[in-house]
């Protein structure tokens, strides 16, 4: 056809990078998911299986070992605490960086260098993290507690991320929406609350999930201020320390399982709302 392309044109041909960039990207994905698959797999052994192939049968045998009574590590109560923190840390971000966003959208003196020390802690090690606020509560005669010193320590992880996500929210704001509210005669706080913060919600929820999942898997800053009180990551690292079986692929399983069930929740709350968004927003 006329001014059609046609196939096998050289020059509709796609570089020789492309192919290259989509192999190293295939292997990168192969790299990250391989073990994850591999450890879903290996948890669905039959009761006389190991931790390696080939699988000796499948059954959800080592699922049930998780709540079986007596087992080193009690991963349901873990699993509890590890939640309510998560819960704490998400809640606690999200205050923080969407203050921090509304306050840093006007430049005052001494905004940059706050801002780079409230996110000076992201290029910290976390053990050292986790260990000077140890010592702090140690200096204070303070007993370390899981919803204290652990969490301080998890907020210096999940609050820079969270502040970097929440920034990248307010600069895509279009202050016209405010300055309409203001016309038709709306305060300060009828702005923000009728106005901005509907907007803003999806970014919200967003910064809000990324917090809970970083709460939920983090190790390394809780490690030395959790207390008496082990989350699910200690306590699954303590369990890989005294003995090996299908049952930490269960576990794995089951985590990932949760973590992945936030996420696509919280997807979907954010499509509903731009759906109901759009939706008043199409003319009758």
Do not use: H
């Not at 801002?115 to 992201?122: N, R």
């Not at 003995?243 to 936030?262: E, K, M, R, W």
Request: glycine share 10%.
């Amino acid at each position: 056809m006329a001014g059609g392309s046609r196939a096998g044109d050289p020059r509709e041909r796609r570089p020789w990078p492309f192919y290259a960039l989509a192999t190293l990207m295939t292997v990168f994905l192969v790299f990250l998911y391989g073990p994850m698959v591999v450890i879903y797999l290996l948890s669905f052994q039959g009761p006389d299986g190991g931790v390696t192939f080939p699988m000796v049968g499948t059954s959800t045998y080592w699922f049930a070992e998780i709540l079986k009574p007596g087992q080193m590590a009690n991963i349901p109560v873990a699993f509890g605490r590890s939640i309510a923190l998560a819960s704490i840390v998400s809640l606690v971000t999200v205050l923080v960086t969407v203050s921090a966003g509304l306050g840093f959208r006007r430049r005052f003196p001494g905004s940059g260098a706050l801002f780079y020390l409230a996110v000076a802690s992201l290029v910290m090690p976390s053990l050292l993290v986790g260990f000077g606020i140890g010592l702090g509560f140690k200096l204070f005669d303070w007993t370390p507690d899981l919803f204290t010193s652990a969490l301080a320590a998890q907020l210096t992880w999940t609050l820079p991320f969270g502040l970097f996500a929440m920034f990248a929210v307010f600069n895509r704001f279009n202050r016209a929406y405010e300055e309409a509210a203001t016309d038709l005669g709306a305060s300060a706080w009828q702005r923000l609350r009728w106005v901005t913060l509907p907007i803003l919600m999806p970014g919200i929820i967003g910064v809000g999930m990324g917090a809970f999942t970083l709460s939920y898997d983090e190790y390394a800053r809780t490690t030395l201020v959790a207390g008496n009180r082990n989350t699910l990551p200690l306590e699954i690292y303590a369990l890989i320390s005294s003995s090996t079986s299908p049952t930490l692929f269960a576990i794995g399983t089951l985590t990932t399982a949760v973590s992945f069930l936030v996420i696509c929740t919280t997807l979907a709350v954010i499509l509903r709302m731009q759906r109901r968004r759009a939706a008043r927003a199409r003319p009758a």
